[in-house]
T-cell receptor, first 115, second 112 residues
Framework: GAGVSQSPSNKVTEKGKDVELRCDPI?????LYWYRQSLGQGLEFLIY????????KSGLPSDRFSAERTGGSVSTLTIQRTQQEDSAVYLC?????????????FGNGTRLTVT | KQEVTQIPAALSVPEGENLVLNCSFT??????LQWFRQDPGKGLTSLLL?????REQTSGRLNASLDKSSGRSTLYIAASQPGDSATYLC???????????FGKGNQVVVIP
């Protein structure tokens, strides 16, 4: 069946530009997560959605980062005025429920390069 | 703050040998522990999820154990194959939040 889909797979942007990253979770999955993976670093939590609401956005590194989810499905992560330190792979994951026996399913990520 | 450590960071084994990957975490108050596999340029694939009340989970050649009180988990991969070459990530979910705290991974190379 279809997994988590992320687009674009690669994005190169100039410093100071805004970017939008898209995530299509598995159909029926109510929980959605955004993580960031930098070279040599572990995965860094950014934000969690349950349905359309974001009860935990404490991982967003600055107010340049925002995310929304509509229709309990697609999510968009927006980075305004990109900086070079924003360069990383942005991973989206979804799970069936918020219960603690639901594994996370990850997309292949968006590799963002800020020049 | 939960800290997850995976040792060794990288290892190589000959094909056919059993793989043993270790994960430790600092806060034993967890809801579950998950093991993932990541291939280069790809996302993470869920391998096993162990709930806090469980001691181990098995799937095929994979077996993961959990000792919550000592803050440790071990992933065993029996009779390793070149296709097992990947980075293996351990992650724990704690109370009061819905996020997973990840280790930095064990990068495995199985030599044919």
């Amino acid at each position: 069946g279809a997994g988590v889909s992320q687009s674009p797979s690669n994005k190169v942007t100039e410093k100071g530009k805004d970017v939008e990253l898209r995530c299509d979770p598995i159909s029926g999955h109510t929980a959605l997560y955004w993580y960031r993976q930098s070279l040599g670093q572990g995965l860094e939590f950014l934000i969690y959605f349950q349905g359309n609401s974001a009860p935990d956005k404490s991982g967003l590194p600055s107010d340049r980062f925002s995310a929304e989810r509509t229709g309990g499905s697609v999510s968009t992560l927006t980075i305004q005025r990109t900086q070079q330190e924003d360069s990383a792979v942005y991973l989206c994951a979804s799970s069936l429920t918020r219960q603690y026996n639901s594994p996370l399913h990850f997309g292949n990520g968006t590799r963002l390069t800020v020049t | 703050k939960q800290e997850v450590t995976q040792i060794p960071a990288a290892l190589s084994v000959p094909e056919g040998e059993n793989l043993v990957l270790n994960c430790s975490f600092t806060d034993s108050a967890i809801y579950n522990l998950q093991w993932f596999r990541q291939d280069p340029g790809k996302g993470l694939t869920s391998l096993l999820l162990i709930q806090s009340s469980q001691r181990e989970q098995t799937s095929g050649r994979l077996n993961a154990s959990l000792d919550k009180s000592s803050g440790r988990s071990t992933l065993y991969i029996a009779a390793s194959q070149p296709g097992d070459s990947a980075t293996y990530l351990c992650a724990v979910m704690g109370p009061g939040n819905n996020r997973l705290a990840f280790g930095k991974g064990n990068q495995v190379v199985v030599i044919p």
